[in-house]
């Protein structure tokens, strides 16, 4: 970051003695240096990773995707007393959100579809690459893999670490478009236990696993 000083330090001895003009040399450095401490700035503060509010909405007009959803996501705000919403997983009900159901996705939810829209950007419509770009949206605990049924249809499954109930809101939704056209998602299947593989026999990985190591799938 520039400072005024590396400015004033540029003063022979022969003026910077001068208090008068050293102030008038400060005041006309010192907007340059603000000025270029703000431009040095900037990429930090449209960074995918750092950035927020304002900032993280004009990515999102540039990958082209908005921080409202059309339709109101039902069933995702906090709660103690309901499975799915708890802590880590419920959205917290702001003063202005509706009752209906969520409309306006928070920075870090936001992020992650974010992340999905720039994969989608570059993506080459194959299932394998769908599943590729889900799973690097994530911090490597939740891991995503996809079953082509062979009729047009797909079911997605997450394993490992349980996402918030607004991502999977999404999901399910169809709000993160990672989707062949033509092909429909007939469920998201969930592990029933935050951090563990979903049931299944004749596998043994992260993703599925058997009797006494995998949880049951829930269907969202």
């Given at each position: 970051?520039?400072?005024?000083?590396?400015?004033?330090?540029?003063?022979?001895?022969?003026?910077?003695?001068?208090?008068?003009?050293?102030?008038?040399?400060?005041?006309?450095?010192?907007?340059?240096?603000?000025?270029?401490?703000?431009?040095?700035g900037m990429p930090d503060k449209f960074d995918l990773d750092v950035a927020g509010g304002a900032q993280l909405d004009d990515v999102?007009?540039?990958?082209?995707?908005?921080?409202r959803v059309a339709t109101p996501l039902t069933g995702v705000y906090f709660s103690l007393d309901t499975a799915g919403v708890g802590?880590?997983?419920?959205?917290?009900?702001?003063?202005?959100?509706?009752?209906?159901?969520?409309?306006?996705?928070?920075?870090?939810?936001?992020?992650?579809?974010?992340?999905?829209?720039?994969?989608?950007?570059?993506?080459?419509?194959?299932?394998?690459?769908?599943?590729?770009?889900?799973?690097?949206?994530?911090?490597?605990?939740?891991?995503?893999?996809?079953?082509?049924?062979?009729?047009?249809?797909?079911?997605?499954?997450?394993?490992?670490?349980?996402?918030?109930?607004?991502?999977?809101?999404?999901?399910?939704?169809?709000?993160i478009p990672l989707k062949p056209e033509g092909v429909r998602v007939n469920f998201v299947i969930v592990t029933s236990v935050d951090?563990?593989?979903?049931?299944?026999?004749?596998?043994?990985?992260?993703?599925?696993?058997?009797?006494?190591?995998?949880?049951?799938?829930?269907?969202?």
């Open positions: 970051m520039a400072d005024l000083t590396d400015y004033t330090g540029l003063v022979t001895s022969e003026h910077n003695q001068r208090p008068k003009f050293m102030r008038v040399v400060a005041a006309l450095a010192q907007p340059m240096v603000d000025l270029m401490n703000l431009l040095g999102g007009r540039w990958v082209g995707i908005a921080r802590f880590d997983q419920g959205n917290w009900k702001g003063p202005f959100d509706p009752d209906t159901g969520l409309t306006l996705l928070d920075d870090d939810t936001y992020r992650l579809v974010l992340r999905a829209k720039i994969g989608a950007n570059h993506w080459d419509g194959t299932l394998e690459s769908t599943a590729a770009i889900l799973n690097s949206i994530f911090n490597g605990d939740t891991y995503v893999f996809i079953q082509d049924n062979q009729d047009m249809s797909m079911t997605i499954g997450v394993a490992g670490k349980v996402p918030s109930a607004v991502f999977l809101a999404l999901l399910e939704g169809g709000y951090g563990e593989p979903i049931f299944g026999f004749d596998m043994d990985n992260n993703l599925v696993a058997g009797l006494d190591v995998g949880a049951w799938g829930t269907p969202l």
